[in-house]
């Protein structure tokens, strides 16, 4: 599909790709109904809470240095810049560099949503921009101002030359996405638009463009990838300016989940010919070589790559079959974002520990590229299979499987989704960081870790035997899908 | 109208989902779009018997924009009551549907005969912050909820203090103002926080007083209970911090409640004359320490900046520098909360700014001559600017990153002790 980078607005990924987030099934039905076409996602007439896309998207401009956000709608929108203040310093700290990125509100009244508010829209940017000379800056609207028509891009239009830094205007209304994911590709367009830049004519790079969270593996990576001669631009967080505007240049774009990078990386490709490094990603034995492979083949390393894959399999394979011991006949059932949910899957698979059921956050039938996720290929392709659901964090869902299957974990990506595991008696283990199963050494690390988290159960004995669960036992004898409905 | 909102420290009014979170077995259930709620949580101590992602939620889409919301919030409510066991079950309306004008109301109103209660709070983001949110969450309990008592229970007095969770310390300081109060041999109901439900929203009307401990929080909630149900209440604006304001507080209520004065006395010496055998052992330390002068500040609400300046006056002796109060507190009670400031001790007067915007405030901070190192109490986003100034920091106020509380509070003689713990464990880290 292609992507039109002269529009501000982003399609959802509902509409773009078909995304869903009400199914409940087997992997195999789900991956082959979207291959055939017919896969048509359920809506539901009961939900539980679950994220804003404006969370995602903003969260990764925010990681950004030195740029601003100006999120334009009521105070508890832009709460989120409280968080974002922290994570800007704590970041900034540990890599070792500064960042004076700035995120604010405009704390739209009600008066606003009759009289509209943009002349003052207008007057906050031009003060922060004042202010803290930021060297970008971010204009984004919410549901409020989205709905009450506030045209935030004829005012972005309107100070470009005044402020005389690149300026974008960004869509987040809520309501536009259940997909939070949508955010991501919201902040990718935002960088697609006016940060990157054509190619320097004769610049020559050895640098890939890595897409992922928070760069906790970020040295270990740079140590790995100067035996291949790449080095790796880490995106945002603590990214700058300068580095973005340059992302056309590198020789190839990857990421730590394909959720996050789908879109930037296939945008690149299609826009300034930067190949995206389309493979299951990092997760697990076989999931690190086959991505190495890819990069290998992609960038004209694969001789390099093989003498490192062997160099370490010595060193790790061995370790992890020792560890596997311990791990074999367990059951699991498994919530994240889809991203990690068909990748740790295929871990588990490989560590001996059986799926009994996987939730996914949302689904997205076929990538920018009209290709199915590798991720989802590759269970297909190796004839695995398990029950499956997709659910935007409907914890009731999650508990209703849970009461009913009893697995040995729980594992899950998201804040506050592991204490209702362990109040089920089931031990849970948060796979918080995208680097915990990256690689020989951290899969090695990652198994140890479900030991040690299967071994003491102490916790999770205590506080399950002393707390009540919220739901009603109506609710437990009713099966998952109950309030799924066909999307009229 | 809107505003340039630089280094935010309060929500929007939908952010009274926690304060409905914090009465046990209360349910919030959001009329909004499907991530209002994570937004307004803290990542810190959320969870519980429910927790923000489980609260029930419409998540309206496009459609709904289009078409009103009205038949999914019907099928959330008709379900949650299934789903969910809870005692109350109190729908939020967010921004979306007040703008496209759902009329929530009339479809809470179909509940009135389901087994469980169900009320109702418009909580619109654009209404107002979240200070504001939880006065609509109280009123919509006694509005929607509670009816006249006949009868009264003798020494019965209803507590209302802290917002919770915008308030780190709002548990621990609830219990600790009941325990002050049932000393004086008066019964406490207060309706946040554990053990605390419907059991004691039920118990409100039958109570002798409202107590309310706050500068303007809660006061319309007063009001309305006046009229509606009859309570009369006590308004004492200071947050107790410490010995000299925890006594002043006793003495007023016991004589609102009409407590006998050598009752009031005997227990007003047995908590001083321990305070003060502590403070006696470390007078040292405030005495000779060589990186706390004189001079503080304080960023945060109404609530804590003049409860701690009164405290840090006139406990300990040091004097005020500029104080900030970053709530948005309505224009109309802002005068007689600066007036509360110029009642220190030795006719000290403190100087307070109603400002929201995080800049300015630093800029002051930047600006002001502390005669040596500053002492900041505030946000997090204090930390870095006293840093740079060598200051002294504690973050008190949201928002908070650098102290996880579970129960500590700093109200009455024991938290004027935990606040001094505070400030001396930043103090003795350093040298000079």
């Known amino acids: 599909m292609a992507i039109n980078t002269s529009n501000s607005n982003v399609a959802t990924r509902e509409n773009r790709i078909g995304s869903i987030t009400g199914y409940v099934g087997t992997l195999k039905d789900l991956a082959s109904q979207s291959e055939c076409g017919t896969l048509k996602g359920c809506s539901r007439c009961f939900s539980q809470s679950s ?98 028509g506030e045209d935030i891009d004829s005012i972005v239009d309107d100070v470009r030359e005044e402020v005389g830094v690149p300026i974008v205007a960004v869509h987040c209304e809520g309501f536009k996405s259940r997909i939070w994911a949508t955010g991501f590709d919201i902040s990718d367009h935002a960088v ?100 190495l492979r890819e990069i290998g083949k992609v960038t004209g390393r694969s001789d390099k790559i093989e003498k490192y894959i062997e160099e370490q399999r010595a060193i790790y394979i061995p370790q992890i079959e020792e560890v596997k011991k ?163 | 109208m809107a505003k340039l909102l630089d280094k935010q420290r309060y929500k929007c009014a939908l952010g009274a989902m926690q304060s409905v979170q914090a009465i046990t077995r209360a349910l919030p259930i959001l009329h909004s779009g499907p991530g209002c709620a994570q937004k307004l949580s803290e990542s810190i101590g959320s969870s519980g018997y429910f927790s923000p992602n489980i609260f029930p939620c419409t998540s309206i889409n496009e459609k709904d924009v ?152 809660g006061l319309n909630n007063m009001k309305k209970m006046e009229r509606k149900l009859g309570i009369p209440y006590l308004h004492y604006k200071t947050l107790p911090i410490g010995a000299t304001e925890t006594s002043k507080f006793l003495r007023e209520v016991g004589k609102f409640a009409g407590v006998a004065e050598e009752k009031v006395e005997s227990v007003i010496k047995e908590h001083e004359d321990y305070y003060y055998y502590l403070i006696e052992r470390y007078a040292d330390l405030f005495l000779e320490n060589r990186v706390i002068n004189k001079q503080f500040t304080v960023v945060s609400d109404a609530h804590y900046a003049l409860g701690i300046t009164k405290f840090l006056a006139n406990d300990l002796g040091l004097v005020p520098a500029k104080q900030f109060v970053v709530d948005d507190t309505p224009k109309n009670r802002r005068e007689e909360i600066a007036e509360e400031f110029k009642k220190l001790n030795f006719g000290l007067e403190a100087e307070v700014s109603f400002e929201t915007d995080g800049f300015k405030i630093h800029e002051e901070i930047k600006n002001h001559d502390y005669h040596g190192y500053p002492l900041v109490l505030g946000g997090y986003y204090e930390k870095e600017v006293t840093e740079s100034l060598k200051g002294n920091f504690l973050n008190v106020s949201y928002p908070v990153q650098d102290k996880v509380v579970l129960d500590t509070s700093y109200v009455g003689y024991r938290g004027g002790i935990r606040l001094i713990e505070d400030i001396y464990t930043v103090a003795v880290q350093r040298f000079n």
């Open chain 1, 326 to 488: 311990e791990l074999k006949g367990l059951t699991a059932v498994l919530g994240m974002g889809p991203g990690y949910t068909f990748e740790v899957s295929r871990v588990l698979e490989e560590l001996g520990i059986k799926v009994v059921w996987a939730l996914a956050w949302h689904y997205d039938k076929k990538y920018e590229d009209g290709n199915v996720p590798p991720s989802m290929k590759y269970l297909l392709d190796n004839d695995i299979d398990f029950e499956a659901s997709v659910a935007d964090q409907q914890n009731y869902e999650v508990m209703n499987i849970l009461n009913k299957y009893q697995p040995d974990m729980y594992l899950s990506r998201h804040p506050g989704s592991t204490v209702w595991a362990i109040k089920n008696g089931t031990p849970a283990i948060y796979v918080a960081d995208e680097y915990m199963i990256f690689g020989y050494k951290h899969t090695l690390e990652f198994a140890k870790t479900i030991v040690d988290a299967i071994k003491n159960r102490s916790f999770e004995e205590n506080l399950a035997k002393r707390t009540k669960l919220p739901y009603t036992d109506w609710w437990y004898k009713q099966n998952v899908d109950t309030f799924l409905e066909e999307v009229k």
């Open chain 2, 66 to 217: 289009v078409f009103g919301g009205v038949k999914k919030l019907n099928s959330t409510i008709e379900n949650a009551l299934k789903v969910i066991d809870a005692d109350l079950y109190v729908v939020l309306t967010g921004c979306i549907p007040e703008i496209v004008g759902d009329d929530s109301g009339e479809v809470v109103s179909r509940f009135e005969d389901a087994d469980k209660p169900v009320i109702y709070a418009p909580t619109a983001g654009f209404k107002g912050n979240n200070y504001k949110g939880h006065e609509q969450v109280v009123d919509a309990i006694v509005e929607q909820y509670l009816k006249k008592s006949e009868t009264k229970q003798k020494g019965l007095v209803n507590i209302w203090a802290d917002v919770p969770y915008q308030d780190l310390f709002w548990l621990g300081n609830l219990r600790e103002l009941e325990k002050l109060i049932s000393e004086l041999g008066l019964t406490p109901n207060t309706i946040f926080g554990y053990n605390r439900g419907i059991e004691n929203i039920d118990k409100i009307p039958e109570a002798e007083f409202n107590l309310l401990v706050s500068p303007w929080v």
């Open chain 1, 51 to 148: 994220t804003c896309l404006s969370t995602c998207g903003l969260g990764q401009l925010a990681g950004i240095r030195d740029v601003a956000i100006i999120h334009h709608g009521p105070a508890g929108c832009s709460v989120a810049s409280a968080n974002a203040y922290y994570m800007s310093k704590v970041m900034s700290k540990k890599r070792g560099v500064t960042s004076s990125t700035v995120y604010v509100g405009t704390d739209m009244n009600e008066n606003d949503t009759i009289f509209g508010s943009t002349s003052t829209l207008r007057d906050v940017i031009l003060e922060v921009n004042k202010r803290y000379s930021p060297k970008a800056i971010f204009v984004s609207s919410s549901c409020a101002t989205g709905i009450i």
């Open chain 1, 192 to 291: 697609l638009q006016e940060i990157v830049q054509p190619p320097r004519e004769g610049v020559k790079t050895n640098k890939i463009n890595f897409k992922n969270f928070f760069e906790s593996a970020r040295p270990e990576i740079i140590e790995m990838f100067k035996q291949f001669d790449l080095e790796p631009v880490f995106l945002y967080c603590n990214s700058t300016i300068e580095e973005l505007s340059h992302l056309s240049e590198s020789i190839a774009t990857t990421c730590i989940c394909g959720t996050l990078g789908n879109y930037l990386g296939n945008a690149l490709e299609e826009q300034y010919g930067v190949p995206y490094v389309r493979s299951i990603n990092q997760c697990g034995i076989t999931g690190f070589e086959t991505w």
